[in-house]
């Protein structure tokens, strides 16, 4: 027996904001997902992104999921001291909860480049892929990811409860046009991000005096 789906989310989020979170609710809502795990990326320090450190990234994804019902943070890849791929996420969860669905959130612009992920025909053994719209991210597939919603893509909901991975899910979300690219540069313009994330996390940046110029 099966227990209920549950959503994962992995991304830099730096910062956190609603393109991030506004799709999760409504999966989390439209699919009945029991939990929404918010999963962020290791990022080597060196690199000139992200902007934030993975402390100061981890403390605003805790605080926005703090603010939504039944989202939790998952600090596995943060723990490592190498960037994870997706497909060694998708295994140690699928080993710790063997009798669960999981549903790999990721916006459009994510699935139109899943052929350059790490072992990306690979992810489906392990999760279903549930794809948010996205401004400026058009649905012109290239022919491996065709190829792949040919013979994966369901709009039944039931089987995504029924089967622990295998169906690709397009979301007819709310298209949300915000990227933390345009956010980073809007806090660098010295301009109110008020409603453009939580209210927690726009209080967290501007306590830390974050991303206040463009580096
Ligand atoms: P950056 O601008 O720094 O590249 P980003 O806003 O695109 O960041 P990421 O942390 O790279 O955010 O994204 C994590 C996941 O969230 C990805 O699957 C991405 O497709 C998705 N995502 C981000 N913004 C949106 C949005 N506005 N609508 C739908 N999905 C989104």
């Known amino acids: 027996m099966l ?15 609603i393109g991030h979170l506004r799709p999760a609710i409504e999966a989390q809502a ?6 929404v795990r918010l999963i962020p990326n290791h990022v080597p320090p060196h690199r000139a992104s992200p902007f934030c450190t993975s402390e100061q990234r981890l403390a605003m994804v805790r ?19 190498q960037p994870s791929y ?21 916006g459009m ?13 690979e992810l489906l053994d392990y999760a279903h892929l549930v794809v948010s719209m996205r401004p400026g991210w058009q649905p012109d597939y290239p022919a491996e990811v065709a190829d792949l919603l040919a013979r994966h893509q369901s709009q039944d909901i039931g089987a995504l409860h029924r089967q622990r991975h295998g169906h690709i899910w397009l979301s007819d979300n709310l298209p949300i ?3 933390a690219t345009r956010l980073r540069a809007l806090l660098a313009a010295g301009q109110d991000p008020r409603y453009l994330l939580p209210a927690s996390v726009a209080r967290y940046i501007a306590q830390h005096r974050l991303y206040q110029a463009e580096p």
């Open 177 to 179: 046009e915000l990227s």
């Open 63 to 81: 605080l926005a999921a703090a603010e939504n019902p039944g989202f939790v943070v998952d600090e596995r890849e943060l723990k490592r001291d």
């Open 3 to 17: 227990t209920a789906p549950i959503g994962l989310l992995g991304g830099t989020f730096d910062p956190i904001h």
């Open 86 to 106: 997706t497909i060694d996420t998708l295994i140690s969860l699928r080993t710790e909860l063997p009798d669960t669905p999981l549903c790999f959130l990721m």
């Open 30 to 35: 439209t699919l009945g997902l029991a939990e």
């Open 109 to 121: 612009d994510s699935l139109l480049s899943l052929p350059s992920w790490h072992r990306w025909q």
